[in-house]
Structures are given as C-alpha cells and as structure tokens.
C-alpha cells in the first residue's frame, strides 16, 4: 500500500534520514508502506539502530532499536541481560507486580496462575460466542450494502474480552479504548499520564464494585484469588495488571483486524481465494499478523553489561526490540514484503518469543479467524467505498484502520 491509497501526503524526509533517528511519531508514518521502507534501510545498516525519542519510554532517554529478526530474537531470550524491568536496578519494579515488567523467577510464577485460563481448549469453547457477537456487529449494516469495518475490528475484540473473559461491563469497552488509545499515543506527557491515571481509576472502580458480589469464574477472579509465593497480590497489583490485559489485548488485535480487513477488501484476488478456500485462514491469519499486526517496539532495559552482534550495551541502557521490522527481514522470511495468504514455515515474532510471549495469542488469533470468517462468508464482494476513504493510525506501537468504510452486494449477503 502507498501513501497515495490511504490519502497520506508524500513523505517529508527521505528512508535514510528517517532511519539514522527513527520516530515513530513523525507524520510521514501515516502511511502503511513507508515505515517498513525506513525499516529496511535500518536492518542494511546494522544490527542496532537509534532513536531519541522512543515510543513508551519511562526513561526519558533515547534507545537503541533492534530491527533484525536474529538479534530481537536472541534479546528476549535473555531477560538476565535485557530485563523487562524498566528499573532493574530498584529493589522494587516501577510499576508493581505487573505481568510485563517483571522478570523471572516471579514472572514466571505470575504466568503460572494466569496461564490456564488461556489455554486453547478454553479459547475453543468460545468460538461460538465470538461467531455470534461478530455477527451482531454485522447485522447492524448488513441491509444497507455498505458499512465500516473498522466498527467490526474495534468493537468486537473488547466486547469479547470483557465479557467472555475478564468479567466487566460491556459498556465500559469504548471508554476503555479512548483512555488506552489516549495513554499511548497523545501527544504530551501530561495528556498521556492523565489517561493512564483516569484509566487506572476506572478500573479500580470496576473492581471493587465486582468484589461486592459473588465470585464468577472470570479473569479479574483469577487475579483477586492469585497466591504467588504464599501471598495473595495486594489490590492495587490486581488492578494494573487488569489494566495492562485491558491495554494489551484489545488496540493490538483490533489493530490487527482492521488491518486485515483493509487488506482483503484491496486484494479481490486473495479475498476470494479464502472464500474458496477457507482451511487457508490459520496461515492467512498468521501471516497477517507477520505483515501488518506486529507491535512496533517493545522495551528492554540492560541490566548488565552485554555484548551483542558487535554492539556493547551497558548497564541501564534502553533498547526497543521492533517485532514489525523483525517481521519483515528478508534473512529469514522469502518474499518478506509480499503478504502471502498461504505461507508455510512462517516463525514470524508477532506475538513475541521467549519468557514474555504474548500471555493472549490463542485469544487474538480466535477473534482475528472469527472475524475474518464471518466478514468473508457474509459480504460477499467487500471492497472499499468509492465515495468514503479509509483512515488509517501510523503513528503508535500498533498501526491499523480507525474507519474502513466498505460496500458489498447485498443481494448476497448473508443474512442471520
Ligand atoms: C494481534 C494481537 C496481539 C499481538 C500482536 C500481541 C503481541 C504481543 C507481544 C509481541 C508480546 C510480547 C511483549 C514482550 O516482548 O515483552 C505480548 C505480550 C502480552 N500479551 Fe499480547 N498481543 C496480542 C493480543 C493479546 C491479547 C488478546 C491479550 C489478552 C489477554 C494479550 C495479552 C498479553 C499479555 C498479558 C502479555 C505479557 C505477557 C508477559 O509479560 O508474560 N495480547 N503480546
């Protein structure tokens, strides 16, 4: 896709200035193609790129950026060197017992409690409460010969979760959305904090009006009853990592989502092709989230010093390990920046590697295979709105569709 296909105005800096101080923020990734141009030109130049003003950051520092898949591989397999503690120095992690920034052996212990809970065979029993719910969002339009399914990509992930899952209001989810979307990517610190706090006391709110009643066997269960060590996680733990589920699980897949609508309603020739052949959606769905899903960066803070692929890092350095270049590194994956519906052998880091791989995989691939299932059998022949265009977010960790206005055939589709 080009700047030209999503409205994006023509670059302002060229791949090569971009890669010598990559910015995520920086107006010219508006656009789904250029990115991974400045991606490319990041990977020819070695193994660590740089960044001043890195996405995420608590440090307030620049960080290095790994961009080739071998070396992002080989950081988050070593979390004794690259901690996932973003103050491995402090007796204590910044933000609590939380999931994300703790390392092991309490990490582990963590994942331990919340691990059964999404487990395949869990997930698998709620394919037909997805099915239905997707179909819901569906039926609101499906009269009309057009809708926007970016409506579908963002809204059916978060009812999912909320209520399938963690056990929260239904009606909570947009908020929910706007605070998380607000806490990652406006655009000053003290906006960003507010969000997070606001976000924070909602769910804290959320909680304890849960606690009066009875138990449910639900996520935010699982947190309050939690043991690690003998001890129970103190409340104000059960409430951040309520927060980083709420944060992590719904903006990447409905980025995801989107993204992948986006591409079948421009790719006629390969939407099609999964209506013909629907046994290719596991692959097509793996290889979206390879080409389009993957998280831009994720941080790692040196905990010693280490050297890797030439480069010394030294205590307390920060590094962003970049799973959406990995992704694309032509070392590894043949036709890298082709997405290819039915690839095989596709070891893509999307959903991570090593201690910290992503807790919500089974989750996100069900809603991704789901929706794409339901939008492919039921409006046959989407593609893009002549008359509304596309608006698509470049600039945050996740990259996807905020509205992806479609038509279809209505005399075809298929009607609940
Ligand atoms: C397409 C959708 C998704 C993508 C691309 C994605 C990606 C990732 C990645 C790359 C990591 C590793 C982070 C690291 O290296 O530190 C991760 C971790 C995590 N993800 Fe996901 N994720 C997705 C959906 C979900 C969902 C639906 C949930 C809901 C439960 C979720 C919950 C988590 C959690 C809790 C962690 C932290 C695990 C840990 O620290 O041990 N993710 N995710």
């Known amino acids: 896709m080009t700047a030209a296909d999503t409205g994006a105005a023509s670059p302002a800096r060229s791949p090569e200035e971009h890669a010598r101080n990559w910015d995520l923020h920086h107006e010219d990734f508006n656009d789904d193609g250029f990115l991974y141009d400045v991606y490319a030109v990041m990977r020819g130049r070695g193994a660590f790129a740089y960044t001043d003003n890195p996405f995420l950051s608590t440090m307030g520092t620049g960080a290095w950026v790994a961009v080739r898949y071998r070396d992002c591989y080989r950081i988050v397999q070593d979390w004794e060197h690259f901690s996932s503690n973003t103050t491995p120095d402090a007796a204590e992690a910044l933000g609590g017992d939380l999931l994300i920034t703790l390392d092991p052996p309490r990490q582990q212990k963590f994942r331990k409690v919340v691990n059964p809970y999404f487990s395949p065979a869990r997930m698998k029993a709620l394919r037909p409460q997805i099915r239905a719910e997707t179909d819901r969002l569906i039926d609101e339009f499906i009269a009309t010969g057009r809708g926007d399914l970016a409506q579908v990509a963002w809204r059916q992930p978060g009812i999912v979760f909320f209520k399938y899952v963690l056990g929260l209001p239904v009606e909570d989810v947009p908020l929910c959305l706007e605070l998380t979307d607000t806490a990652l990517n406006a655009a000053t610190e003290e906006q960003r904090l507010s969000a997070w706090g606001g976000l924070y006391q909602h769910l804290h709110d959320t909680v304890t009006a849960r606690m009066q009643g009875s138990p449910r066997d639900d996520m935010i269960d699982v947190l309050l009853a939690a043991e690690i060590d003998g001890e129970r996680l103190p409340f104000n733990d059960v409430v951040a990592n309520a927060m980083l589920l709420v944060q992590a699980g719904l903006e990447t897949t409905a980025s995801a989502m989107s993204w992948s609508f986006h591409y079948l309603a421009t790719h006629p020739d390969d939407r099609d092709r999964l209506v013909r052949e629907p046994e290719l959606l596991p692959r097509a769905v793996e290889e979206f989230i390879r080409f389009g899903g993957s998280i831009h960066g994720i941080p790692r803070t040196v905990a010693k010093d280490v050297e890797l692929a030439g ?106």
């Open 311 to 416: 480069h010394t890092f030294r205590r307390g350095d920060a590094v962003l390990v970049n799973y959406a270049s990995a992704n694309r590194d032509e070392e590894v994956f043949v036709d890298a920046h082709r997405c290819v519906i039915d690839r095989r052998d596709n070891r893509h880091l999307g959903f991570g590697a090593g201690v910290h791989r992503c807790l919500g995989s089974n989750l996100a691939r069900l809603e991704l295979h789901v929706g794409l299932e339901q939008v492919l059998t039921r409006l046959r022949g989407f593609e893009p709105d002549p008359s509304r265009p596309a608006v698509f977010k470049g600039n945050s960790i996740t990259r996807g569709f905020r509205s992806l206005p479609v038509v279809f055939d209505r005399d075809q589709a298929s009607v609940t």
